[in-house]
């Protein structure tokens, strides 16, 4: 649909039993149910009265009358039905971004040999990210984003537990600017999972940092093809 010149798009997603929808402009995915779902086929954020008569039959005039409300709250926050913003003429002037992966390490524990990153190092040398280096691409990110409500971050090496301060600095720093500038940041951290111990992961799990963890089949294989420097 259009606003104001400007359109604005969403995706319902249907799969088995499970319902969600996407707000294509700001990035945001909702998991629903199947009323939502209906709704929503209707639904273009601006005609809440052609919506309680097409399922005053379906469901309770009540019933809408909340799914409506919410879905309202939903566009008040910008983050369904909301319009797109302008992009630059070329990317290169000026990048909006949606992700950023951070080399948190350019060096790896273990030595694969058909590692697509050359054991960690790229070709190049090895070393580590520092903090100051850290908070400024998360800054770039930040700042890149735009009017983008959702934000992903990928903490990426080489290995990136191999410089787990550095690690935690930035999940810290990152946790404190979504506060801040009111994104939505999604951390994930690609590890090969042998530097993960009790207290890193229950750190990870209290600051909402999804895992991508990489295994090559059995314990035999998997050891076989993964040896230590």
């Known amino acids: 649909m259009l606003e104001g010149g400007k359109v604005v798009l969403i995706h319902r997603i249907k799969l088995d039993d499970n319902y969600a929808v996407l707000d294509v402009n700001s990035g945001a995915v909702h998991l629903i149910d199947a009323m939502i779902y209906d709704i929503l086929g209707v639904y273009d954020g601006t005609n809440a009265a052609k919506v309680q008569e097409e399922f005053q039959e379906k469901y309770q005039l009540a019933e809408i009358d909340e799914v409506l409300s919410e879905l309202q709250e939903l566009q008040e926050q910008g983050l ?9 003429e070329t990317f290169s002037q000026e990048p909006i971004l949606k992700s950023l992966c951070l080399h948190i390490a350019h060096d790896c ?22 903090k100051e280096t850290a908070e400024k691409a998360v800054e770039f990110a930040i700042a890149g984003s735009k009017q983008r409500h959702n934000l ?78």
Not at 80 to 88: A, M, T, Y
Not at 168 to 197: A, D, F
């Open 109 to 130: 524990n273990l030595r694969c040999g058909y590692c697509f990153a050359d054991t960690g190092d790229f070709g190049g040398h090895r070393a580590l990210m520092s």
């Open 152 to 229: 992903e971050l990928d903490l990426f090496g080489g290995e990136p537990l191999m410089n787990i301060p550095v690690v935690k600095h930035v999940i810290n720093y990152v946790r404190r600017r979504e506060q801040e500038t009111g994104k939505n940041i999604k951390l994930t951290l690609t590890t090969n999972g042998t530097l993960l111990n009790d207290d890193i992961v229950q750190f990870l799990n209290d600051n909402r940092v999804m895992l991508v963890l990489s295994l090559d089949g059995s314990k035999s294989t998997h050891d076989h093809m993964r040896p230590f420097s």
């Open 80 to 88: 369904l039905f909301s319009p797109e913003f302008p992009v630059p």
